[in-house]
């Protein structure tokens, strides 16, 4: 009985969060506590943010302020794809595959399987296949992690590969176009030099 009560009031507080996110959603585009992304009403969520496509088609990719978790049930497949091709991944670049010119910004923890678009991140990146195109001020994490830009730590499993880091790349291999800071792992790779173990560029 006990255990029932329990369930109930879980189930209410959730009805409730959600109805205060659509409402605050019709009212004011923004979605507090709780929201879903794409969509084509929010533009803001503050709290927790649910992303459940990969294909925005033409809504647009809330910014959140909190948590974001990607729930996307085709991106289970993603760290294996990862693992077939690590090697030939390239450094990311802003996607405007659906016409969108801003990245969504994320104020806080992005936690994926797979980050299927480009976000701005100011924060924590958690992303086990990987970020694509992403600029990440903060410390980013995966087994491939592939940046528009890295402000900060990024600690690829396998490999790095980023376009603009300014800070440290740790991970099996490091690549960096443009890089103003050090490169930790068994081959590193800049404009300046190759190098194995720690090589950098300042």
Known sequence: M???????IVYSLMCFLL??????????????????????????????????TILALKKR??????????????????????LLHAP?????QIDNTFGYEDQNRINGINLTLFD???????????????????????FSTGLVNSHETINGLTFGILRNASNKCRGIQIGLV??????????IGLWNKNSKRNFPLINWNF
């Open 2 to 8: 006990k255990k029932a009560s329990l369930y109930f």
């Open 19 to 52: 109805f205060t996110g659509k409402l605050n959603a019709q009212e004011n585009d923004t979605a507090s506590i709780i929201g879903f992304s794409p969509s084509s009403k929010i533009t803001t969520i503050n709290g927790l943010g649910f992303n459940y």
């Open 61 to 82: 990719y809330a910014d959140v302020n909190g948590i974001r978790l990607n729930v996307t049930p085709i991106t289970i497949f993603m760290p294996f794809l990862t």
């Open 88 to 92: 030939i991944i390239k450094a990311g």
């Open 116 to 138: 299927p678009n480009s976000s701005k991140i100011n924060g924590i990146e958690i992303n086990i296949s990987g970020g694509r195109g992403n600029t990440t001020n903060g």
């Open 174 to 183: 490091n690549e960096c176009e443009n890089l103003k800071g050090i490169q």
